[in-house]
């Protein structure tokens, strides 16, 4: 398969590639690793008619430490974030989700904004991003602005980013030492999740995100107020489903990932208290 | 638009189109064929190649991406006199291979896995294998193949 034709243009810098995408408009796309997006264009499923490929931006892959968070260049690969030593020290929840993102070729290809940008509510890291409390920055014409990761996602594949604005960087908060787990249920290896949670807990907070139970990445919030109120463990994964609204499709059905959802949250939370 | 990718120490420049696939390029415009396409979808890992020392999905890369790039592909591997490359030997001498369409990539997925962990467990060949697929479903000594090369 192959994707319809396009126009393609590099930019060299995060300015000119948003230079670039306010002349081209609403029918350009930004190309970073590529790995959600040409799929989509090979299935004929995205179809815009220039790509702004901004994969060769290399001031945009870092991950620096920043005292009380860590930051992280939009253009990181996965590979990179996975295999950090600050990632792992400081926010490990996140280096071990981004170590189930696809496979080991995809993660050498996939970058972290690029994953976040495409808001695709079965993929790791939004949900992830999510639980950690990160935040986002989008550079536009007029500078740049924060965009918490809780106000980001607005619907399945579609966030609040402007036309005209890229992500350049993530920030997210050091864990300290809190325990943290990562469940991820599917059929093979390298599938998306089925039913996903990002969970962590620092004795009685306790912050849980969904994957793939809304057409958006779900904060359990219900989750973390009943650890709040002290809890047990069994009582707070009951109410993993509260603010989730999944759809059915071939995998599974509503009640199912509802089901899934109050396990994981259960055994994500064991993990992470013990 | 022009590009020029270096495939298997050979620069191979044309006049491509922008969505010119880097499986197409390496098949149809520098003719290796070695590389195969399976589900072209990225899930199946037949068109993996090393670009710039380390595998990835040819299928799912633009040639204008890798533009400028350095490729290496399943006919790169073995030296000038046709000596196997040491995983290639490994896959024949432990049966690694039955209807041979996934081995290219699987090859080519698994010297790059030794690059990055020179001593692995089987568990870890068989965790970073995990975006190569088999449909005679002969992973066994696929795995073994891998371990044997790591153990030379």
Redesign the interface.
Known sequence: ????????V?ASSAEEAINLIGQHGDEAKF?AG??SL??LM??RLAQPSV?I?I?RVSDLSYIKDAGDHITIGALTRHRDVETSSIVNEHVPLLAHATSHV?????R??GTIGGSLAHADPASDLPATTLALGATYVAQGPNGSREIPASAFYSGYLTSVLAADEMLTEIRVPKMNGAGWSFQKFNRR??DWAIVGVAAWRNGNEASVALVNMASVPVLATSVGAAIASGASIEDAAAQAAAEADPQADLNASVEYRQHLARVLTRRALEAASA | ?EISITINGKAVSADV?????LV?FIRETAGLTGTNIGC????C?AC?IHLDG????SC???A??ADGGSVTTIEGLASADGTLHPMQQAFMENHGLQCGYCTPGMVM?AT??LN?IPNPSEEDVR??L???LCRCTGYHNIVQAVLACANK
């Open positions: 398969m192959i994707p319809a034709a396009f126009d393609y590099r190309l590529g790995h040409v799929p090979k299935l790509l490929d994969g696809g496979d080991p070729q995809v050498r290809r290896a390298q | 638009m189109e922008p969505r010119t696939l197409q072209d979808t990225s899930s890992g993996s380390e595998a990835v999905k799912t890369i633009l204008a991406q997925a790059s896995l990055d965790i970073g995990e975006g190569n």
